[in-house]
């Protein structure tokens, strides 16, 4: 007589399915999880491990929340006049760079380098985006 050997994916899934069934009678016993598992032989460690996997959404580690946008408004310190500006258009200086860095709490960054004239259209732009 010859032993069937489950694939690897099967056998996943029939782990999971037997530490599902686990977790729907853990709660219908109405026992502490530690009175379930010594009543068992299962080992509480494992227990939570696994209660913790059968909650989280299949195919991810950790759940990612949606990306949110943060109202930002900048201001002038000082009124610049008209003229200062036409001096500084016809300066061959280079404009001055400012480096960004957004960073949101899903782990994604974002790094960007704008002239400092260029912020406020940014700005503007980013916040006509719908999300």
């Known amino acids: 007589m ?15 399915a037997w530490w599902a069934a686990h977790m729907k009678a853990h709660q ?15 080992d509480p460690k494992y227990f939570t491990l696994w209660k913790r996997k059968l909650r989280e959404p299949r195919g991810s580690g950790e759940t990612i929340e949606p990306a949110r946008l943060v109202p930002v408004v900048v201001r002038a310190h ?9 001096r500084e258009k016809r300066s061959s200086e280079p404009a001055t760079i400012v480096a960004l860095r957004l960073s949101l709490g899903n782990g994604i960054s974002l790094s960007l380098e704008v002239a400092t004239g260029a912020i406020p259209t940014l700005v503007r732009e980013l916040a006509g985006l719908r999300c």
């Open 78 to 86: 000082k009124a610049v006049s008209p003229s200062k500006v036409a």
């Open 28 to 42: 219908d016993s109405g026992q502490s999880q530690v009175a379930y598992c010594r009543a068992r032989g299962l």
């Open 2 to 16: 010859s032993a069937t050997r489950l694939s690897p994916s099967r056998r996943r899934e029939d782990i999971r």
